[in-house]
């Protein structure tokens, strides 16, 4: 690992915590695509009650650990790198983050910790926040996502490398700073 702590930012459901439902993220992705625009992706806000807790209830999928969360957390401890988690998860998903993030030992770890609390478009809300964050390096598990940030910091002056956990339905994509888990990103900082 380089001498100079790193500055990273975590997204949180598929990085930090795996969800095995995230397979199908990309079927769905791929239907959505070919009714609309690809440059900027969109993505749904739930604003009433019923659609909120069929939001909640899909995220409570993201229940275990990701591989390689204990050689994060050994990083964060020994004060090598300065993690940052950056989520994209709407404001009325706070409570449960914060309770998954206790039960597993994570509170406290992060330097800081950014929910998307104005419910902003998520790829717009890590996009300002890598920026204001001055992060080096990001990693997400949402293509899209990946895809529109890679592209935002290639114009930009700030130079971030963008990671990818990519799933199973989307190893053959290429892209060249791509991993199936965190713990192949967290060896690859060696």
Sequence with gaps: MASKKLRIGFDFDGVIAYNPLRVFRGPVMTIRNLL????????PVPHNKPFQMLWALAHET???PSPGLADLKKLMRENK???YL???RYSFLEPSLHKWLKKHGLDGLFTGI?????NQQPHKFKEEMIQKLKL?????DNWDIVSYLSQQFRKSS??????WIYNILDRSKPYQKKHPHLKKFIESLR
């Design 158 to 163: 700030q130079k971030v490398d963008i990671h």
């Design 62 to 64: 993201s229940y275990f």
């Design 81 to 83: 790198i300065e993690a």
């Design 86 to 88: 950056v989520t994209g």
């Design 136 to 140: 080096e390096a990001f990693v997400e």
């Design 114 to 118: 950014y929910l998307n609390k104005k």
């Design 36 to 43: 609309r625009s690809k440059d900027d992706p969109i993505f």
